[in-house]
Nanobody, 126 residues
Framework: QVQLVESGGGLVQAGDSLRLSCAAS????????VGWFRQAPGREREFVSA????????TYADSVKGRFTISRDNAKNTVYLQMDSLKPEDTAVYYC???????????????????WGQGIQVTVSS
């Protein structure tokens, strides 16, 4: 079983950058695909990005494509989300999640992720 802890959130201005980290504890982290999701007040939790076990395949929501970059370092048991050109609409609690199942494509469905971090706040002011 893997445990996930997010870090790197905070308050920034529009146009700034942040890098979120998702540190995992537990065995065999490289066997999990990892996704980032976010939830703004009053809204459903939505998919942001995901990365395959080896890191060679990534996918992004249209709303962040070209601005966010997901990566991972399996030697450090960590997944990163580099967020550039931040907008006020990026304000949300960001969660990382791990998917242990073998799938043909990376999942964007939060129901397929069995392990979740506690979440971290990102606030972008205009």
């Amino acid at each position: 079983q893997v445990q996930l802890v997010e870090s790197g959130g905070g308050l920034v201005q529009a146009g700034d950058s942040l890098r979120l980290s998702c540190a995992a504890s537990g065995p065999l982290f490289s066997r999990y695909a990892v996704g980032w999701f976010r939830q703004a007040p009053g809204r459903e939790r939505e998919f942001v990005s995901a990365i395959s076990r080896s890191g060679d395949i990534t996918t992004y929501a249209d709303s962040v494509k070209g601005r966010f970059t997901i990566s991972r370092d399996n030697a450090k048991n960590t997944v990163y989300l580099q967020m550039d050109s931040l907008k006020p609409e990026d304000t949300a609690v960001y969660y990382c999640a791990a998917d242990q199942r073998t799938r043909a494509v990376l999942s964007r469905n939060k129901e397929n992720y069995g392990y979740w971090g506690q979440g971290i706040q990102v606030t972008v002011s205009s």
